[in-house]
């Protein structure tokens, strides 16, 4: 059964103090690790796709990185708008439709 | 390019109720799947739909039942409502390309 558990559940950050969220999974052939961003009362928003170990994409402040265990979504001079939920999830399989899996997702708070 | 819509945006029902939410597909997305998200919890897969059948079914029971309809829009329909079904319904749509792409949830709570 594939899993992913996230940590830390909860993260307080003042604007500018750079960190890292971390995402563990265990899949059975990995097609596809996905971050997504989730604000309050919304539904995930697609941030990034990894594909396989050692990949890393890049948006604004925010750089992930994944491994053949994990992958980290690093923020990098963070600013209170980037406060939100950040959802990990795995898809196995071959194909773009297969369902993904998610973490629970920690919860950002970057204060002014 | 238009995303995924869904209807209505809040709910109240009642416990031993049915409902219908409902929800379209992005352009050029021909599979449709529903999530439950419990709050404080991450998504999880109730079931998807492909070409109007449903391929793939989550942990879920019978009493949450859907559709497809030719043009990939979708219906979740939940029989016989309980208290812990109160939640946010992400509907959701892929291709065999593309990546998940979801709406903005339908908030249910029932009482």
């Known amino acids: 059964e594939d899993q992913v558990t996230q940590s830390p559940e909860a993260l307080r950050l003042q604007e500018g103090e750079s960190s890292s969220l971390n995402c563990s999974y265990t899949v059975s052939g990995l097609r596809g690790l996905f971050w997504y961003r989730q604000d309050p009362g919304k539904g995930p928003e697609f941030l990034f796709t990894?594909?396989?170990a050692g990949e890393e994409k890049e948006k604004e402040r925010l750089k992930a990185t994944l491994t053949k265990k994990e992958s980290f979504l690093h923020i990098t001079a963070p600013k209170p708008e980037d406060s939100a939920t950040y959802l990990c999830?795995?898809?196995?399989?071959?194909?773009?439709?297969?369902?993904?899996?998610f973490g629970k997702g920690t919860r950002l708070s970057v204060i002014a | 390019e238009t995303g995924v819509t869904q209807s209505p945006t809040h709910l109240i029902k009642t416990r031993g109720q049915q409902v219908t939410l409902r929800c379209s597909s992005q352009?050029?997305?021909?599979?449709v799947s529903w999530y439950q998200q419990a709050l404080g919890q991450g998504p999880q897969f109730i079931f998807q739909y492909y070409r109007e059948e449903e391929n793939g079914r989550g942990n879920f029971p019978p009493r949450f039942s859907g559709l497809q309809f030719p043009n990939y829009s979708s219906e979740l329909n939940v029989n016989a409502l309980e208290l812990d079904d109160s939640a946010l319904y992400l509907c959701?749509?892929?291709?065999?390309?593309?990546?998940?792409?979801f709406g903005s949830g339908t908030r249910l709570t029932v009482v």
């Open positions: 352009s050029g997305h021909n599979t």
């Open positions: 999830a795995v898809q196995s399989g071959n194909s773009g439709n297969t369902p993904l899996v």
């Open positions: 990894l594909y396989s």
């Open positions: 959701a749509s892929s291709s065999t390309t593309s990546y998940t792409t």
